[in-house]
């Protein structure tokens, strides 16, 4: 087994030299994972992805050539709505102003500062209804809050009335939140889906929320709509910058944004939980122990590919595990 532990991603070329006869291969989303790599990697019959989101994987060039693509598909929801919500009253509440000023040494006694808004009597808007947005839709249910949804495919009527949620479209979405939360996958379709025709249609004043994918959203367009007074505050804990499957990434947060006093940053601890990061990699683990056997893992994107062209032949011992 070959570990990483050199406390940075690996660069590709490292990535390469580390997987060369690896039969299988843990991945983060730091990894590109695609033609060219696995052309490098003859013995590989799985990519077992530590993460819910795998747009850094070029999963029909895995399927072509016999290589599952696993995931892990629910393990990391709860955390990242639960993070939302508290990213949401952070930046509703000022929490991040009202810390610098106490820790500043300026706090004498209460004075009538830092006065916010508050998620109750608010409408929330939620584009997006997988698992992770129909998570925020039930955190929710605390707060005497309206809960909106936006999706191509609408919620069982049951599931609607269960999680206190509308379904309305997307420009009813935008134009009538006070907290937007992105809940989307990072698709061809939803890159930069967020640019500056869509911050100028949003409500005045709303917050909006990204515990997504950065490069759902145009990072300088929201730095410009938060000087300008048009959007109350931008909270994120995703940034266009990680996005390594894009060959335009930038490679460092928007300064503007970075230094706008109306946002609350945090760098990607949606899933930063002790007990479910384990849970997170002991599945991928699993996945791996089966593909090596030969079989198709549960959690296998690609799934009904390899029903059709079947995993490369497993190994009869030896097998060798890279982890990024």
Not at 18 to 40: H, K, P, Q, V, Y
Not at 310 to 319: C, E, H, K
Request: aromatic share 4%; proline share 5%.
């Amino acid at each position: 087994m070959v570990l990483n532990e050199r406390g940075r991603p690996l660069e590709p070329v490292e990535l390469r030299a580390a997987c060369a006869d690896a039969d299988a291969l843990m991945a983060f989303m730091t990894e590109r994972i695609d033609g060219a790599f696995l052309s490098n990697c003859t013995r590989l019959k799985v990519v077992a992805g530590a993460l819910k989101g795998y747009d850094n994987i070029d999963v029909p060039a895995c399927s072509r050539q016999g290589v599952a693509v696993t995931i892990v598909p629910d393990l990391l929801t709860e955390p990242t709505a639960e993070l939302t919500i508290g990213l949401m009253i952070a930046l509703c509440r000022n929490m991040r102003a009202a810390e610098a000023h106490l820790r500043g040494g300026d706090f004498t006694g209460w004075r009538p500062r830092f006065y916010g808004r508050s998620l109750n009597g608010s409408t929330v808007g939620v584009l997006g209804a997988g698992r992770v947005g129909q998570a925020v839709l039930n955190a929710l249910g605390g707060f005497r809050c309206e809960r909106l949804y936006a999706d191509e495919i609408a919620l069982p009527g049951e599931q609607e009335a269960a999680l206190g949620a509308s379904r309305c479209d997307l420009v009813d979405l935008r134009r009538g939140a006070d907290f937007l939360v992105l809940a989307l996958p990072l698709t061809e379709r939803t890159h930069g889906l967020v640019d500056r025709a869509f911050l100028s249609d949003m409500k005045p004043g709303a917050f909006l929320i990204n515990p997504a994918r950065g490069s759902l959203v145009d990072e300088p367009a929201v730095a410009d709509a938060l000087a300008r007074g048009a959007l109350a505050g931008y909270a994120a804990d995703v940034f266009a910058m990680e996005d390594w499957a894009q060959p335009d990434r930038p490679r460092e947060i928007n300064e503007n944004l970075r230094n706008s006093p109306k946002t609350v940053l945090t760098p990607h601890i949606g899933s930063a939980v002790g007990d479910v990061r384990r849970a997170i990699e002991w599945s991928a683990a699993e996945s791996i122990a089966t593909a090596l056997r030969g079989e198709i893992p549960e959690t296998a994107v690609n799934a009904a590919m390899l029903a059709r062209s079947p995993i490369r032949s497993a190994v009869s011992g030896g097998a060798r595990e890279a982890s990024s």
